[in-house]
C-alpha cells in the first residue's frame, strides 16, 4: 500500500462518521501498518466544530475534582467524539478511567456515588444522550491494560491514538499505549508519533505485573464484595459488553 492509498483510507474512514478531516487530523489519525517519518498530506477543507475546546475544558475540571477525591485513579482519558474533535454540539463526553490495581469496583462505586450527589450530569442507561453529560463507559486495572482481542480492531486503534488525556499519574498513559502496540497493525504512523514525542524513555517502562501471579490481599476481597452488587445490577443490561473484576467496558451509557 502507498502513502496515497493510507490517506485515501484515513479520508473515506472519517467521512463514515460524517468528517472531512485537516491535513493535521490526517497524519494524527493516518491509517496503515506502514510508518511514514514527516508524510506529505495535501491540504484539506476540514474544519473542528468550537464546541470542542469548552467540552475538553469540562472533562479537564471533573478529573481534577475526582483524582483529588479519588487517590486510587491513576488515568482519566476523553475519548470518542471530543478526543475526535469532530463533537456535535449536543453529543456527551466520553471518559476512559484507570485505577490502582484492586480498585475498580470499589473507586467506580464510589465515583458514580460522588457524581450524582454532587449533581454532575452524567450518562444513565437506556436514557437519551444530552449535551456535556460525562458518560463512563470504560474503566481499566492498572493489571489488565490490554485490551482484549475482540477489542483490538480499527476503531479502537483510531480511539487510542486520538484519545486526550486529562489526569495522568506514574507514567500510566504511556504504560497503556506501550501494552496496546497492537495498533501498529492498523495506525502505525499515529502510534509512532506519540511514542516519539513521549518525553519519557517508553521501550524502559516496565509493563503492568502479571495479575496470575498475585495472591488476594484486602483491596482483592473488598473490590470483590463492590464488585458483586454492580455486576448484578449490570447484568441484564448486558449485550456483548466486557465486565469482569479487572475490566468494566460498556461502550454507551449505563
Known amino acids: 500500500m502507498s502513502l496515497k492509498d493510507d490517506i485515501d483510507k484515513t479520508v473515506e474512514y472519517a467521512k463514515s462518521y460524517g468528517c472531512v478531516l485537516r491535513k493535521e487530523q490526517v497524519i494524527e489519525r493516518l491509517i496503515g501498518s506502514q510508518i ?6 495535501p491540504a484539506v477543507a476540514g474544519t473542528s466544530p468550537l464546541d470542542r475546546g469548552e467540552k475538553l475544558k469540562k472533562a ?7 483524582s483529588i477525591k479519588f487517590p486510587n485513579i491513576l488515568f482519566i482519558g476523553v475519548t470518542g467524539s471530543v478526543a475526535a474533535e469532530f463533537p456535535k454540539k449536543n453529543d456527551d463526553i466520553d471518559l476512559f478511567i484507570i485505577v490502582k490495581k484492586d480498585t475498580l469496583w470499589i473507586t467506580r462505586f ?10 454532575i450530569p452524567h450518562r444513565r442507561y437506556g436514557k437519551i444522550e444530552n449535551k456535556d453529560e460525562f458518560c463512563f463507559n470504560m474503566w481499566l486495572d492498572e493489571e489488565a491494560l490490554l485490551l482484549p482481542k475482540v477489542k483490538q480492531n480499527l476503531h479502537n486503534a483510531v480511539d487510542l491514538v486520538l484519545m486526550k488525556k486529562v489526569y495522568d499519574k506514574e507514567n500510566v498513559y504511556l504504560k497503556f499505549i506501550k501494552t496496546n502496540n497492537w495498533a501498529n ?6 502510534y509512532f508519533n506519540l511514542m516519539s514525542k513521549s518525553p519519557s524513555p517508553v521501550s524502559n517502562l516496565p509493563l503492568p505485573p502479571s495479575s496470575k501471579k498475585r495472591g488476594h490481599n484486602f483491596f482483592s476481597v473488598i473490590n470483590i464484595l463492590f464488585f458483586i452488587p454492580q455486576y ?3 447484568w441484564p443490561k448486558m449485550r456483548g459488553q466486557i465486565v469482569d473484576l479487572k475490566r468494566a467496558m460498556w461502550g454507551e451509557g449505563e
Open 60 to 66: 479537564k475540571r471533573l478529573a481534577k475534582k475526582l
Open 232 to 234: 448484578i445490577f449490570m
Open 185 to 190: 497493525k492498523y495506525v502505525a504512523t499515529p
Open 110 to 119: 464510589w465515583v458514580r456515588y460522588f457524581v450524582w450527589k454532587n449533581k
Open 36 to 41: 511514514y517519518l514527516n508524510p506529505s498530506v
